[in-house]
């Protein structure tokens, strides 16, 4: 159980840091990113990857145009 614990956390704080590193600092309802459980915290990440990879796509486009 501790393994699966130390993971959780490792995984938390991977996200945690990406997602500062891309100046989101809260949940959209203000709530502190510490103060999140593991799947909202994967939500968000998912939604900023996406988001990520359309503004590449989009120029990308751009520029073949």
Do not use: N, T
Not at 10 to 24: A, C, N, S, T
Not at 27 to 50: N, V, W
Request: hydrophobic letters at 35%; aromatic letters at 8%.
């Amino acid at each position: 159980m501790a393994v699966l614990k130390e993971a959780v956390e490792k995984r938390k704080q991977y996200i945690i840091d990406f997602l500062i590193d891309h100046e989101v600092y809260e949940s959209p309802d203000g709530r502190q990113l510490y103060e999140l459980p593991l799947a909202e915290l994967e939500r968000m990440y998912i939604e900023l990857r996406c988001e990520i990879g359309r503004e590449i796509s989009r120029i990308e486009r751009e520029e073949d145009e």
